[in-house]
């Protein structure tokens, strides 16, 4: 069984810094890419960054600049640094596997999401 599970989420002042962490675990064989995405109340779920197997990166215009994806790919894990966090980067990240290979199926994969409050 397959599961990605984020940690690090909280609540930090406006300038402040937070660093997530995302790892999948399981019988995987191969992860094509992972990002984090965030959901805000009232918004629709939006990309922040992504990593992928062969090494490239991007990132939302609202972040660039603040904040960093990173990998570690034997550990199937990909982490998030944020510096210089703003009012508006409050939302529920989630961290999602996409083409995650087993033995038995390839499907992407959501983490259950952890809180980002970022206060003023």
């Known amino acids: 069984q397959v599961q990605v599970v984020e940690s690090g989420g909280g609540l930090v002042q406006a300038g402040g810094s937070l660093r997530l962490s995302c790892a999948a675990s399981?019988?995987?064989?191969?992860?094509?890419?992972m990002g984090w995405y965030r959901q805000a109340p009232g918004k629709a779920r939006e990309l922040v960054a992504r990593f992928t197997s062969s090494g490239s990166t991007m990132y939302a215009d609202s972040v660039k600049g603040r904040i960093t994806i990173s990998s570690d790919n034997a550990k199937n894990s990909v982490y998030l640094q944020m510096n210089s966090l703003k009012p508006e980067d409050t939302a529920v990240y989630y961290c999602k596997a996409d083409g995650l290979a087993t033995a038995w199926s390839l499907r992407d994969y959501w983490g259950q999401g952890t809180q980002v409050t970022v206060s003023s």
């Open positions: 399981g019988w995987i064989l191969s992860i094509n890419a």
